[in-house]
């Protein structure tokens, strides 16, 4: 069970980057995704999730409107399209997969590895 993310990169503060999110070793079908980041001496927090059919999706307040995720179930892939990117965006992004959806980071039985995003100002 394997969750590959990446995409993440140097961006400057108002500009755009699609982050991805390739599932291997599971029926990915089955599960919802979510989007977490943890930026440096904070704690992770909760960025977005989809549903597994990606009929229903949920952001935090702090990216709603700015950010969108999205999944290709025949790819086994989730997108985190992040739009009007600000400094406070910059963190390390993960994605995390689970049979049952939700916020908390400990809802979430498998992760991947993490790919930064840096914004400047």
């Known amino acids: 069970v394997q969750l590959q993310a990446c995409g993440g990169g140097l961006v400057q503060a108002g500009g755009s980057l699609r982050l991805s999110c390739v599932a291997s070793g599971f029926i990915f079908d089955e599960y919802a995704i979510g989007w977490f980041r943890q930026a440096p001496g904070k704690e992770r927090e909760f960025v977005a999730r989809i549903s597994w059919s990606g009929a229903m999706t949920y952001y935090a307040d702090s990216v709603k409107g700015r950010f969108t995720i999205s999944r290709d179930n025949a790819k086994n892939t989730v997108y985190l399209q992040m739009n009007f990117l600000k400094p406070e965006d910059t963190a390390v992004y993960y994605c995390?997969?689970?049979?049952?959806?939700?916020?908390?980071?400990?809802?979430?039985?498998?992760w991947g590895q993490g790919t930064l995003v840096t914004v400047s100002s």
């Open positions: 995390a997969a689970d049979r049952v959806t939700g916020t908390s980071s400990g809802q979430y039985s498998t």
